[in-house]
């Protein structure tokens, strides 16, 4: 079984940033490719950023692309999200993830934390 533990979600202010960091437990981290995924009230969780498990395959949503950074500490079993420029649609809770692509196909996960939230407000 897998353990997840996000952290580094805060209030900012627009044009702010966060560095999130989520901690995995459990399996081997360096096999799974990592995902962040995010949930605005009232809408369905979106993907947000993956990367592959060597961390030298980025991938990103288009609505963060160029503001966010997603990176991995396999040493540390550790996944980071660096949010620039962040804007009032990024406030949402933030969620990590072990298997990304087969949660965008469709797949059901079982294994979601309880997220850090991030708001940004003026």
């Known amino acids: 079984q897998v353990s997840l533990v996000e952290s580094g979600g805060g209030l900012v202010q627009p044009g702010g940033s966060l560095r999130l960091s989520c901690v995995v437990s459990?399996?081997?981290?360096?096999?799974?490719?990592m995902g962040w995924f995010r949930q605005a009230p009232e809408k369905k969780r979106e993907f947000v950023a993956a990367?592959?498990?060597?961390?030298?395959?980025?991938y990103y949503a288009n609505s963060v692309r160029g503001r966010f950074t997603i990176s991995r500490d396999n040493a540390k079993n550790t996944v980071y999200l660096q949010m620039d420029s962040l804007n009032a649609e990024d406030t949402a809770i933030y969620y990590c993830?072990?298997?990304?692509?087969?949660?965008?196909?469709?797949?059901?996960?079982?294994?979601w934390g309880q997220g850090t939230q991030v708001t940004v407000s003026s």
């Open positions: 990367i592959s498990g060597p961390g030298d395959r980025p």
């Open positions: 459990g399996g081997t981290f360096s096999r799974y490719v």
């Open positions: 993830n072990t298997d990304p692509f087969a949660v965008v196909a469709g797949k059901e996960y079982d294994y």
